[in-house]
DNA sequence: TTGAAAGCGCTAACAG
DNA sequence: CTGTTAGCGCTTTCAA
């Protein structure tokens, strides 16, 4: 493998030439610049990242550290974790991968031996104890998801009280009056602060603002428990005739229990979902969606870290904003038929 | 952060002494060492893992490539994922991410720079082209996915033969006489190396073997596709009490599909299906299945990577055997349903 | 059993 | 505009 030197030899100049040609950090007159480059190209030369982030202490690579524990959806993962590479790989950062388990002492290790710049964590539900052994590694990071208290970190998610709105509006516009909501399961409510209740809050809200009737409920992600969420839903309030889903694994049932309970959809009841766009799409008939955007919320964790890492100044909290794509399980409400 | 030489100096010993007490590649005395460790220990110590490989020419760093493309089906990607990361940490050694459209340039630079020490890639359709450009990089590396000529490469993969072979074996011990197997889209099977081809084979072998019909067609993941093949089946072949399925996507709706067509599953029609566990799970009925081992093969590639970095060597070709696993979607055919 | 010192490949003063 | 040189933190001879 070339080294600098083999190339400084190879161009007749010294190595700080060749190095300052790489860097670009001093001014080097177009003749031997150019007389650089083509030593470099035809040695097939390389910096070593080794001795260069030993020199520099830097490395240009940056952790992403994604929890193992299920309810993380899958879909999700993927699509932010490619976005993500493809725009580090974009700024020349490239990406080291670690395990969410893997917690304290093996993160304490990659940055006491300086092998990552900074941090990127996915944790949509992270608590106060590991927010505050991520500060204390002392490196930048940017968290994925919106934690009790943002408190000194940069966070990115998707702004799911819009979303939550987002459906209603909707809804709203095409002409319903009743709608029901089946959310995730019951424990995701007990935290007041996580993106459950968060979307549920500003379904609520918008429901109140637009003067529709909503009836909220928590779901299991099998058959039985939506058809059984359904069954109470439409035996409390006949009168619903939409349906907001914010429930990935109970997402594939839902149709398929309307139908199970008689009901056409759309027609009967309309459906939206807050969800990845591939699993919107994926359903018969494919569901009018608020979509999470992973890839773009990969792309942004990246991109604030780093701003960070350049040491610009970069917003503590970014909340993508929803958008709603209109698909085959929604309809404007034919008149009359909500007297 | 503490350097090498303030470890040294705190302990009273030469560089070279704390050097070898983390090496261990020359004997300390007790005395010394556990001074040293006790340093370490102390002011928190990591060795610079950038000076360490400028060194030692070895990074303890291995390059994961994933493609982005889709075809791969997710859960079995997080799987995969997350053992070989496992597996690699276990080992000492750390992961960089990379997606497979920043493939050569890409590749060549990260090698060139001496940024890792292997290659894990995961890539089911690999095509000589590809096998070529990886040869050329020079570095040890890993296949996870079957190419056409294993030639010179390192190997591992689920033995799609045997595992078509498993589901005919189940369902002939259960006494069907008559199967049908829906497939992967028709264009998977124009590659008579792909895993498509290798499971249809096995299983169209097992059936000649058995004595037992079998019926193969290819499918499109969306319902109506699935539909349609399930009802072209019937028809051609009424007799027909058990389904193979070996398509992720389909999956899904089959149960549903022949819901529509009026079969009961399980009592008329017997399902088994290769796919992801979690994916077999998540229907109702929970579907016997042949299991795509993720985590093994994730687990597996590390082993042997890491067996191959330190010149071990280690089988061309490594085909998991598969396992098949019973559920409730497979029951014994009642005695004389079948004259 | 230990230390001194050279060297890994690169960068960044310092010096023209 | 370019070269010389002293580091970066670590490993590993060589020498005791």
Known sequence: MATIADVARHAGVSTST?????????PISDATKSRVRASIRELGYYRSVGARSSTIRRTNVVALVLPLRDGVH????TGLVTAAVTAARHHGVDVLLMTGDQAAEDLRGVVGSG???????????IDDERVASLRRLGLPSVLIGQPAATHGLTCVDLDFEAAGAACVEHL???????????????????????????????LSAAAMRRGVTSTIMPTAGDYCSVLRALEALLRARPAVTALVVHNEAALGWVVTALRALGRKVPGDVDVVAICPDELAT???????????????LGRRAVELLIGKLEARAVPPLTLLAPRLVTRASTRPVPRGAHP
Chains 1, 2 share one sequence.
Not at 18 to 25: A, D, E, H, N, R
Not at 115 to 125: I, N, Y
Not at 172 to 200: N, Q, V, W
């Open 172 to 202: 709203a516009d095409l002409g319903h009056r009743f709608i029901g909501f089946l959310g995730a399961p019951r424990a995701a409510y007990r935290r007041t602060t996580g993106f459950a209740h968060r979307a549920m809050v500003g």
């Open 74 to 77: 899958m879909p999700l993962l």
């Open 115 to 125: 092998q990552v710049d900074g941090f990127l964590v996915l944790d949509g539900e």
């Open 18 to 26: 060749v190095s300052y040609v790489l860097t670009g950090k001093r």
């Open 282 to 296: 994926r359903t018969s008939p494919p569901l009018t969606s608020v979509l999470v955007p992973a890839g773009e």
